[in-house]
């Protein structure tokens, strides 16, 4: 048990489909964020929020639309995705943006879009 | 920008001992963390590093040369279970952003 908690932990949606990815975490902490990790890529960073604030859009494309309506929860709405956007995607959060800032990570969604 | 690059894959026996390096290039260092991230879990925290040295936590080292921009995580002691992924990642002082590399598969065999 990590204290970030993702579901779905796998999904399979079409071109066409509208869902969306959602994740909670139970550490008190004011930082949340999303990545994607591709296989024999780095994690990338898409999003993040800082008290229910978006601090960073990494250049994502708009069929990602973040939403945190308090700090203990993000989600990820996605619609007409593509093939290549299959892959883990992962939810963090951390205490805040400073320092030595530990983020804590969720086990991820395994999405796959056909 | 940061670029952050680490060897793909080791293979090691238990009970040995693996070095993992990681080196980086960034334009303001601000932090260098290690995560293990075992198949289909979360990647977990392992140590940070933001001064010269050596920290030790048990079976994993971890050392910094902020100088040479190049880390390495120290496993001793190679159980089973060690078999994962081992992140690097470098925070920047600019942002606060962390750059992960894309991972050194260790595996441990008997």
């Known amino acids: 048990e990590t204290g970030v908690t993702q579901t779905p932990r796998h999904l399979v949606m079409g071109m066409t489909n509208k869902k969306s990815l959602k994740c909670e975490q139970h550490?008190?902490?004011?930082?949340m964020y999303w990545y994607k990790q591709s296989a024999k890529k780095p994690l990338e960073l898409m999003f993040v929020y800082n008290f229910k604030e978006q601090t960073e859009n990494n250049s994502v494309p708009s069929r990602f639309s973040p939403e945190c309506p308090n700090s203990s929860h993000l989600f990820l709405h996605l619609h007409t995705l593509q093939p290549e956007d299959s892959a883990l995607y992962l939810c963090?959060?951390?205490?805040?943006?400073?320092?030595?800032?530990?983020?804590?990570f969720g086990a991820g969604t395994r999405l796959s879009v056909l | 920008g940061q670029n952050i690059d680490q060897p793909t894959e080791m293979t090691a026996t238990e009970g040995a001992i693996v070095q993992i390096n990681c080196t980086y290039q960034t334009s303001g260092f601000n932090g260098l963390f290690w995560y293990q991230q075992h198949a289909g879990e979360a990647p977990t925290f392992l140590s940070y590093?933001?001064?010269?040295g050596l920290e030790e936590k048990g079976r994993f080292s971890s050392f910094l040369s902020r100088s040479k921009g190049y880390s390495y995580l120290l496993l001793k002691e190679l159980q089973m279970k060690d078999s994962a992924s081992y992140l690097c990642a470098v925070r920047d002082v600019g942002n606060n952003r962390l750059a992960f590399g894309k991972g050194n598969q260790v595996v441990v065999i008997p």
């Open positions: 550490l008190g902490h004011n930082a």
């Open positions: 590093n933001v001064l010269d």
């Open positions: 963090a959060s951390s205490q805040d943006l400073v320092a030595k800032n530990i983020q804590y």
